[in-house]
T-cell receptor, first 115, second 112 residues
Framework: EPEVTQTPSHQVTQMGQEVILRCVPI?????FYWYRQILGQKVEFLVS????????KSEIFDDQFSVERPDGSNFTLKIRSTKLEDSAMYFC?????????????FGPGTRLTVL | DAKTTQPPSMDCAEGRAANLPCNHS???????VYWYRQIHSQGPQYIIH???NNETNEMASLIITEDRKSSTLILPHATLRDTAVYYC?????????????FGQGTTLQVKP
């Protein structure tokens, strides 16, 4: 069964540093997402991406965040200057289309720890 | 905010059916009910979804009331590996983004 993959599984960084989280969505999917989950809290939508542009973003997704699909397979989330409160699990997801017959598949997540 | 209400936690004996309720009293006509689960801190896993008819797949059954204001996810023979947080999510059948809005979910503990 095809799956979404994410690297690294765990990233430790110092406050103020830039991090890039990487995802490889399922190959024939067209819609890509980032979600985050702070420890003990619910999964929160960050951003959706389609046709090489952001289609929707949440209030969390401020100027410190950016997303990119640099080639035909990778989808990245960059945090320019990390804060302590960015510590969380970050999940990538992909979807063939937003039609009801399609389901969103999630990757295993990257645990980001900001010290 | 999430448009669903779920009990925070439930227990189930191993081998028995687990029935997880969800209230979505403000659901719109074009919104589907999706169920996902999250085992420990893994990525959410799709289980099943439906509009108004009952649905069944290899993992579970979904029973939606006639007025569509509530639904029940049924795991017919729960195992210890089904211990997880279960999320009930409503989403338009065809939206421009397909994003999912998660609530707190129900923590299901399957006990031996």
């Amino acid at each position: 069964e095809p799956e979404v993959t994410q690297t690294p599984s765990h990233q430790v960084t110092q406050m103020g540093q830039e991090v890039i989280l990487r995802c490889v969505p399922i190959s024939n999917h067209l819609y890509f997402y980032w979600y985050r989950q702070i420890l003990g809290q619910k999964v929160e939508f960050l951003v959706s991406f389609y046709n090489n542009e952001i289609s929707e973003k949440s209030e969390i997704f401020d100027d410190q965040f950016s997303v990119e699909r640099p080639d035909g397979s990778n989808f990245t989330l960059k945090i320019r200057s990390t804060k302590l409160e960015d510590s969380a699990m970050y999940f990538c997801a992909s979807l063939p289309s937003p039609a009801s017959t399609d389901t969103q598949y999630f990757g295993p997540g990257t645990r980001l720890t900001v010290l | 905010d999430a448009k669903t209400t779920q009990p925070p936690s439930m227990d189930c004996a191993e081998g028995r059916a687990a029935n997880l309720p969800c209230n979505h009293s403000t659901i719109s006509g074009n919104e589907y009910v999706y169920w996902y689960r999250q085992i420990h801190s893994q990525g959410p896993q799709y289980i099943i979804h439906g509009l108004k008819n009952n649905e069944t797949n290899e993992m579970a059954s979904l029973i939606i009331t006639e007025d569509r204001k509530s639904s029940t996810l049924i795991l017919p023979h729960a195992t210890l590996r089904d211990t997880a947080v279960y999320y009930c999510i409503v989403r338009p059948g065809s939206s421009n983004t397909g994003k999912l809005i998660f609530g707190q979910g129900t923590t299901l503990q399957v006990k031996p």
